[in-house]
């Protein structure tokens, strides 16, 4: 039986502000008009329901001079926002704020020829998983998973993908300073529960030859996960594969199956069996690079990073990190 669900900050944070967030306002009569801004772009959460990123209201606030406003006092509310009267034009709108609360909004709104916007503000409260999440610009994913449910999220629906922000926070406060590839891979759906790749670089997906991993042409297929197609190449007479096919294949034995990796949540398929692998090398020296797997609690978790110098102190370091995942 899984324990119960505990609220994170980001969960309440969450919450919180799908609760509090008015809805979006029609025009009104002068004296109560409001700006409509878009829907509100849907939140991507992790596997317990903690956002990762999401959408938050603010608003702006402008003030009609018209013709003879020199004539008129406008409201000590309104008047706090303008500048001396030699600043103002004769007439057009004035920006009072463009950072104001929803009481001052609420306040606001009652006043004489001023007008309230709302806008929504993309906010990625990890920021260490751009390189995942990616980026959204006048509210369009244009990068990452924002893009590729760009679509679904556009439309106010949230997504949530299988990873678990307190492993993935956990891991990268151990090596935030260090461009390893980290993933930890539940065998019995074949979901990611860690996957981290620095931004520099992505180890995972550099292509190596076959025979460096000892598995023959007709083992290993074509990786279709939520972040586009990672084939199988034919180079130089050379079939090449990354360490995600690896993984993939190490997914399918252990499950008797040929399902694909995924970064969605997914119910368990088997119960896997690991005997298969246990004469199986979890060390392999590619390139310049070393490539650690090891096998916990039916999770796989696979660790690669650069060979300067040393590589025995390289691997030690990489067993060390394997764990504590």
């Not at 829907?39 to 903690?50: C, S």
């Not at 007709?218 to 034919?234: D, F």
């Not at 997914?266 to 004469?279: G, N, T």
Request: glycine share 4%; net charge positive; hydrophobic share 40%.
């Amino acid at each position: 039986m899984k324990p119960p669900f505990k609220f994170s900050f980001f969960s309440f944070l969450f919450i919180f502000i799908l609760i509090s967030t008015s809805s979006l306002t029609t025009p009104k009569v002068k004296g109560k008009t409001d700006i409509s801004s878009s829907v509100k772009r849907g939140a991507i959460l992790d596997r317990n329901f903690e956002p990762i990123a999401l959408s938050t209201e603010f608003y702006k606030a402008y003030y009609l001079i018209e013709e003879g406003f020199f004539s008129k006092n406008p409201s000590p509310l309104v008047a706090k926002y303008l500048p001396s009267f030699l600043e103002l034009p004769k007439k057009g709108l004035w920006l009072l704020s463009d950072n104001i609360d929803s009481k001052e909004v609420e306040k606001l709104k009652r006043e004489e020829n001023v007008f309230i916007e709302s806008y929504y503000v993309r906010l990625l409260l990890q920021p260490f998983m751009k390189f995942l999440i990616g980026e959204v610009i006048n509210e369009t994913g244009v990068s990452g998973l924002e893009m590729i449910f760009n679509g679904v999220l556009k439309e106010g629906n949230w997504i949530r993908i299988s990873l678990d922000m307190k492993l993935q926070r956990e891991l990268y406060h151990r090596i935030k300073n260090n461009p390893l590839s980290v993933a930890v891979i539940d065998l019995k759906s074949g979901e990611f529960l860690v996957y981290w790749e620095p931004s520099e670089s992505s180890y995972f997906t550099q292509y190596f030859p076959l025979s460096d991993f000892g598995l023959n042409r007709e083992e290993v297929s074509s990786l279709r996960w939520e972040l586009g197609e990672i084939k199988v190449v034919n180079k130089n007479s050379k079939v090449k594969i990354t360490p995600l096919h690896l993984a993939k294949w190490f997914f399918n034995k252990a499950c008797n199956n040929t399902e694909e990796l995924t970064l969605l949540p997914r119910v368990p398929l088997c119960q896997p069996s690991l005997e298969v692998f246990a004469k199986f090398p979890c060390i392999f020296y590619l390139e310049n690079k070393v490539l650690y797997l090891a096998f916990k609690k039916d999770r796989l978790i696979i660790l690669m990073d650069e060979i300067v110098e040393k590589p025995q102190i390289k691997l030690n370091n990489l067993k060390h990190l394997a764990q504590k995942l």
